[in-house]
């Protein structure tokens, strides 16, 4: 399966791909991870991307879709993949139709995360991420087992540095006019399935199977 997530920063598009990656045997692909290892990593992408997501910006098109073209071509991705947090505006959706038509597969669903800003904020302000498997948390509402802890590595948790409340405000903007607008160029495509992202993690990823499901079956 070829599947992307889309959804407002916070709307818990990494939380879900994880499960459902790893319930489809398909690897998650996502650009933030992909963009903070580069970062912490000190390579020319990282220093190229940083001052763009210091900001809350997007990184420019050149950047990433280079990166997404060498991420799909990896073997991993031959079988499906999900994509999480690409991609990101109209320009980059149209690439990515041409970099798998050229691959010769095409996407099989776009999964629309929706959950309103007031909610995004408390996510985020609370999100915690493990910096061994990237592995996402919140201090209140999906708490690791031991405080501050990973529950796969037991590694210190850090916060994201774009995790402040005036970058995620901007984030929200930056979504509203770049981001948003693919939600009727996906449907246009007839590839859009669109569920709630409130309530309970598993209640989400429960949702989000039954939307690609059905989906799937209506193609
Ligand atoms: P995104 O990848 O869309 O930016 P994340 O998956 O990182 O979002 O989730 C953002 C924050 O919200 C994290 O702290 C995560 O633990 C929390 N979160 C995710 N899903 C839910 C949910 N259904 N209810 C409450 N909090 C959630
Ligand atoms: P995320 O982890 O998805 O919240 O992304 C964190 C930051 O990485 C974003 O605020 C952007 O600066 C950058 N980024 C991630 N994906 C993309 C993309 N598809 N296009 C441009 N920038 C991106």
Do not use: W
Not at 131 to 136: I, L, S, T, Y
Request: net charge negative.
């Amino acid at each position: 399966m070829r599947a992307v997530l889309v959804g407002p920063p916070g709307a818990g598009k990494g939380t879900q791909a994880q499960i459902l990656a790893e319930e489809l045997s398909i690897p998650k692909v996502s650009t933030g991870d992909i963009f903070r290892a580069n970062v912490s990593g000190g390579t020319e992408l990282g220093k190229k991307a940083k001052e763009f997501m210091d900001r809350g910006d997007l990184v420019p098109d050149e950047i990433t879709n280079a990166m997404v073209k060498d991420r799909l071509a990896q073997d991993d991705a031959a079988g499906g993949f999900l994509l999480d947090g690409f991609p990101r505006n109209v320009p980059q959706a149209e690439t990515l139709k041409g970099m798998l038509a050229d691959l010769g597969s095409n996407l099989d669903v776009v999964l629309e995360l929706r959950v309103d800003e007031e909610e995004v904020v408390k996510r985020l302000s609370g999100r915690r991420s493990c910096p061994e498997c990237g592995r996402v948390y919140h201090v209140e509402y999906d708490a690791p087992n031991v405080a501050g802890k990973c529950d796969n590595e037991g590694a210190e948790l850090y916060q994201r540095e774009d995790d402040r409340e005036e970058t995620i405000r901007h984030r929200l903007k930056v979504y509203r006019e770049q981001t948003a607008p693919l939600v009727e160029y996906y449907s246009g495509e007839g590839l859009l399935a669109t569920i709630s992202a409130t309530g309970p993690v598993a209640e989400v990823t429960s949702r989000a199977k039954s939307a690609i499901a059905e989906k799937r079956s209506a193609a």
